[in-house]
């Protein structure tokens, strides 16, 4: 997931609590799990588990960066 996509999904939400950041990762993973099939996306196992975790290595990057600026 981008960090447009993001931003635009939760551009209203408290980026400061722990339930955000389990929501967003919740999210990511069902997105992920939706488009599992499709062209295009991953097939082996291993593919699978790169792409899901460069997901939720970007959920983290997005919500520490916006939980930085908040306390600046």
Same mark, same amino acid.
């Given at each position: 997931m981008s +960090? #447009? #996509?993001i931003t +635009? #999904? %939760?551009r209203?939400? %408290?980026m400061?609590? *722990?339930p955000t950041l389990k929501e *967003?990762? $919740?999210h990511e993973i069902a997105d992920f799990c939706a488009t599992l099939g499709s062209p295009g996306e991953p097939e082996?196992? =291993?593919a699978m $588990? +790169? =792409?899901l975790m460069m997901r939720i290595d970007n959920v983290f990057d997005f919500f520490l960066n916006n939980k930085r600026e908040q306390s600046t």
């Open positions: +960090r #447009r #996509r +635009r #999904r %939760h209203r939400t %408290h400061n609590s *722990l *967003l990762i $919740q082996t196992p =291993e $588990q +790169r =792409e």
